[in-house]
């Protein structure tokens, strides 16, 4: 997952190189970012269900190794926008095929505690951070910073492929029985699933986005905006989001919902901390902003697993896990969102409208986590209040447990 994800993210930051270098239009920098996401949904629809029939194994190995070729890929046609297409479209597939299975393996592997969302959670925050972080800095500083951003991805991936390797499979959980096989699973069609799992869930990717793409070009200018800031912005979200995921892991195991509630808070934070960095423009302010995005990341990506773990059986732990992940990833569309409401609220109003978002989203949250966690009210309160209770009869006084 650390592999894959690295060389899924490293490409961000080099947006910027290859606009400059390869002078790309608009168009085509958008093209190149949409690619990535025609080839992962597809990924992670299938991959999660195969792996639930045939194995993580079978889906996750074949793929990880696909990744360092996607990275070849871009390596062997520097200037080649075809090349460079065909390599984002294959770490796209490679993603959408390893995320999900890779999830649901750690899954089988930690015995089914909050431990395990935190350890693919970090794994993956640890790829996705330091891959465009090592990228920008040798883009900005070594030679050939179109072709040297993208070595250590390649050692990195054959490191990891080597590893798992020897990591141990799990039994394949393709032979259920034939009422388990419905599509979609029944965590799937709960409302617990799509009101407290998969609403919050864009906002697991949305916020990154916010602070490495959207920010950095938003508080400064195509003349000042580099690698190097853009390196900056992205080391201070992921640092906050890795560093923030014991205590989500902690929080995930004791409160449900209140991580979900503290990471929207903390996304609503921070796009109104960047509705005043943008309104400078203040590039100092936007780095506060990104701490805060990068906090509602880590806090919203480690509880949201958490709770479609605990929604998702053994049989269908892969598809439920890959259906959460497509719904996170519609977060990554955050900048095409910003884009289309600028002209409407302008660029600090835009970043208001988001906050706002994110704020009603966390207390309609609290509001239906309250309401589960309150106790029904006994029946007959209201007769019991004008009316002495009657002695217990004999089955009356037995435990409440053993009467339920």
């Known amino acids: 997952m650390f592999a894959v994800g690295w060389g899924a993210n490293q490409f961000s930051p080099m947006l910027i190189v290859y606009r400059h270098a390869l002078g790309l239009s608009a168009g085509e920098i958008a093209g190149l970012f949409a690619i990535y996401a025609a080839t992962l949904i597809p990924g992670l629809l299938a991959g999660g269900p195969l792996s639930d029939r045939f194995g993580r194994r079978a889906c996750v190995l074949p793929f990880a190794a696909l990744s360092p070729v ?3 890929l871009l390596v062997l046609g520097p200037h080649s926008l075809p090349l460079i297409a065909a390599g984002r479209a294959l770490a796209g597939l490679c993603s959408g095929m390893v995320f999900g299975p890779a999830t649901a393996w750690v899954q089988d592997l930690s015995g089914g505690d909050a431990r395990s969302a935190r350890r693919a959670a970090l794994a993956l925050s640890a790829g996705f951070g330091l891959g465009p972080f090592v990228a920008a800095l040798l883009a900005q500083w070594a030679g050939d910073p179109l072709v040297v951003p993208y070595l250590p991805h390649l050692a990195l991936g054959t490191a990891a492929l080597v590893i ?3 990591t141990p499979g799990t039994p394949r959980t393709g032979r259920q029985a034939p009422a388990d096989r419905r599509w979609p699973p029944a965590a799937l069609r709960t409302r617990e699933f799509w009101l407290g799992v998969a609403l919050p869930a864009p906002f697991v ?3 990154i986005a916010l602070a490495i793409v959207v920010l950095p070009e938003e508080v400064t200018s195509a003349r000042t905006l580099s690698a190097g800031y853009a390196a900056l912005m992205t080391s201070l979200a992921f640092a906050a989001g890795i560093g923030v995921q014991p205590a989500a892991r902690r929080v995930a195991a004791r409160r449900p919902r209140a991580g979900i509630i503290a990471g929207l808070a903390a996304g609503a934070a921070g ?5 005043v960095a943008v ?5 100092a302010l936007a780095g506060i902003a990104a701490v805060f995005l ?3 990341y880590g806090l919203c990506l480690v509880n949201g697993l958490h709770d479609a773990e605990q929604l998702a059986g053994p049989s269908d732990r892969g598809t439920v896990l890959a259906a959460y992940y497509v719904l996170a990833y519609l977060g990554f569309g955050a900048p095409y969102a910003v884009d289309g409401l600028n002209p409407a609220f302008g660029k600090p109003g835009t970043f208001a409208v988001i906050a706002g978002v994110a704020a009603v989203i966390a207390g309609l949250t609290w509001v239906r986590a309250a309401r589960q966690a309150a106790p029904p009210a006994p029946a007959g309160t209201e007769r019991n209040r004008l009316t002495p209770a009657a002695p217990p ?3 009356e006084g037995e435990p409440a447990g053993r009467r339920t």
Do not use: I, K, Q, R
Request: hydrophobic share 45%.
């Open 164 to 166: 798992g390797l020897t």
């Open 70 to 72: 996607a990275t070849l």
């Open 205 to 207: 990717f949305g916020t």
């Open 393 to 395: 009869s004999p089955s």
């Open 271 to 275: 796009a109104a901390v960047g509705a």
């Open 294 to 296: 990068g906090l509602a």
């Open 279 to 283: 309104a400078g423009p203040n590039e």
